[in-house]
């Protein structure tokens, strides 16, 4: 995050303790001094006496430093936390601009919160997650995750998600509103399309657009699952035979096949092509009836495991096969996670 001080919170003497340990976040790296500083601030009552303090001659070489170095790395460069003295002890948030005024006491509360990465599932999710991380050179991502900077809140499935976004943006019960605003700022969301086709417009995708209003991100996958997004590599000892079928489908139609499953229902019932919707049976129209029955069965329920066992060896090289596209939505994701740590 950003940390803007007013000239009310440099300028009050009792509060000076709490703003050396604010700088103690910009020095270790986890925050930065925003740009937009009042212009006195290096003649201000905080740094002018902090002399008398521990700080000494140190906090002005780090605001120097802090206010000329443009953010870099895993900082966050996107939200704003104000010190403000006249703010709510709650915080005064605004997602929209992704801003919040907080007095100095709670605003070391918002400045040591994890962000909150919110998945349907933590084990799957939070596997893919720190998997692409490693793949794309996010080294960061992965030792901010390590050092508890960031974690995944485990939302149990899409239709738990915006529940689980709005009792960490607002709280549980009639206080709702009152508890914990500053949170919104501190989570951002992931979940699955489950797209049959490209245009679908999924519980997900609707779900997700609600979230926005409580959240300080959302990304919604651009294909149905992440086991879309797993490498060929890792498919074809699962089942060769239904891997050669799949892996001669076109982009789409391997982008929006459900990867457990296949064509078959939760119970196991086998799907015929005339079933379909009609955009997703549009989508398979080329499909041969002796390959449809093969991809009836799917790569099976643990297909997902194979991210989390392949965290510290997953490459960008063995991920061709998700194409550009997908290579640069999972530089977005990195990105979404890195700009809000």
């Known amino acids: 995050m950003r940390i803007r001080l007013t000239p009310a919170v440099v300028s009050d003497r009792k509060v000076a303790p709490i703003l050396d340990v604010a700088m103690l976040f910009v ?52 939200s704003v936390i104000v010190l403000d003295p006249s703010a ?39 596997a893919f997650i720190l998997a692409m991380a490693n793949a794309f050179g996010a080294r960061d991502i992965v030792e901010a995750y390590n050092a508890g900077r960031w974690r995944f809140h485990h939302a149990g499935g899409c239709d738990q998600i915006l529940k689980r976004v709005q009792a960490l943006s607002f709280g549980i019960g009639p206080v709702s509103g009152r508890i914990n605003p500053h949170l919104g700022l501190r989570t951002v969301l992931m979940i699955d399309s489950d797209a049959q086709y490209p245009a679908d417009e999924t519980k997900n995708r609707k779900y997700a657009k609600v979230c926005q209003e409580h959240c300080a991100d959302t990304h919604v996958l651009i294909k149905r699952s992440i086991e879309n997004y ?36 939760s119970d196991g019932r086998k799907i015929r092509k005339e079933e379909l919707c ?22 099976g329920d643990h297909i997902g495991e194979d991210f989390l066992t392949s965290i510290d060896s997953l490459t960008e090289e063995r991920l061709n096969n998700i194409g550009s596209e997908g290579k640069e939505e999972v530089r977005h994701i990195i990105s979404m996670i890195r700009k809000h740590l």
């Open 27 to 78: 020095e270790e790296g986890i925050h930065v001094l925003d740009p937009d500083q009042p212009e006195d601030l290096l003649d201000s009552p905080w740094v002018t006496e902090s002399s008398s303090r521990e700080s000494g001659a140190a906090l002005r070489t780090l605001i120097r430093t802090a206010m000329q170095t443009p953010a870099t790395g895993s900082v966050d460069t996107s």
């Open 88 to 126: 709510r002890p709650t915080g005064d948030v605004n997602l929209a601009k992704k801003e919040m005024y907080i007095p100095p006491l709670p605003s070391l509360r918002v400045l040591s919160t994890p962000l909150n990465v919110v998945v349907e599932n933590e084990h799957g999710d939070g």
């Open 230 to 265: 797993l490498p060929f590599d890792l498919l074809a000892p699962r089942d060769m035979e239904l891997f050669d079928i799949f892996r001669r489908m076109n982009s789409e139609q391997r982008s929006h096949f459900h990867m457990k499953r296949g064509f078959s229902t």
């Open 278 to 299: 009609r955009e997703a049976s549009s989508l398979y129209s080329d499909i041969k009836s002796k390959s449809w029955a093969k991809l009836q069965r799917g790569f």
